[in-house]
């Protein structure tokens, strides 16, 4: 069973920032937080993944609240090619299986 | 690198008959692992490998389902017989102990 909760579906207009949410509030303190996401008929892409700590890379911006019990991913500048499905996970770093749920449909518009 | 590399990327065949999946992982990736994907359940793990053992396959559905990796460089999933409930997008993706997936681009499945 997935362990994170994900609004269905959000929106937002190019150029602007993307924030999209996940409760986990079940959250064990030694699992961490994944996103991943999936353009439309291509395979999933890992985004980001954190402990406790904000995280940011070169795709986005993790920020994790101090009870850990949600998170939200950060696009900073979306464009039309962020429009996909947004996975968060949580599984224990090094357990390898990762259990999808039914995501985000982010959809980035003109 | 080229990624993971599965083929075929379409597959159309009838009811009975076998079909065979086929991945290639990424050069030096020691996991491997397969996906299905379909509208009413989602994105679901059917079995994946560690250096070409196979760890955890209880995601599989059912007796026809087997999948094998006889080399690093190499692994198939075969569904025998096939039913039009298998139609699916299979996804194969694969990882180092770093925990990054990487995944390929898909077998889209239609069993008529």
């Known amino acids: 069973d997935a362990k994170t909760t994900q609004p269905p579906s959000m929106d937002c207009a190019e150029g602007r920032a993307a924030n999209l949410p996940c409760n986990h509030s079940?959250?064990?303190?030694?699992?961490?937080v994944y996103w991943y996401r999936q353009i439309h008929s291509q395979g999933p892409q890992y985004i980001i993944h954190?402990?406790?700590n904000n995280e940011t890379n070169e795709m986005a911006s993790l920020i994790i609240t101090e009870d850990r019990k949600s998170s939200t991913l950060i696009l900073p500048h979306a464009t039309l090619r962020d429009t996909a499905v947004y996975y968060c996970?949580?599984?224990?770093?090094?357990?390898?299986?990762?259990?999808f749920g039914t995501g985000t449909r982010l959809l980035v518009s003109p | 690198d080229a990624g993971v590399i599965q083929s075929p990327r379409h597959e159309v065949t009838e009811m009975g008959q076998e079909v065979t999946l086929r991945c290639k992982p990424i050069?030096?990736?020691?996991?491997l692992f397969w996906y299905r994907q379909t509208m009413m359940r989602g994105l679901e793990l059917l079995i994946y490998?560690?250096?070409?053992?196979?760890?955890?396959d209880s995601g599989m559905p059912e007796d026809r389902f087997s999948a094998k990796m006889p080399n690093a460089s190499f692994s198939t999933l075969k569904i025998q017989p096939s039913e039009p409930r298998d139609s699916a997008v299979y996804f194969c993706?694969?990882?180092?102990?770093?925990?990054?997936?990487?995944f390929g681009p898909g077998t889209r499945l239609t069993v008529l």
């Open positions: 993706a694969s990882s180092l102990y770093t925990d990054t997936q990487y």
């Open positions: 996970i949580v599984k224990v770093e090094g357990f390898q299986k990762l259990v």
């Open positions: 954190g402990l406790k």
């Open positions: 079940t959250i064990s303190g030694n699992e961490y």
């Open positions: 490998f560690n250096n070409n053992v196979p760890i955890d």
């Open positions: 050069s030096g990736h020691d996991y």
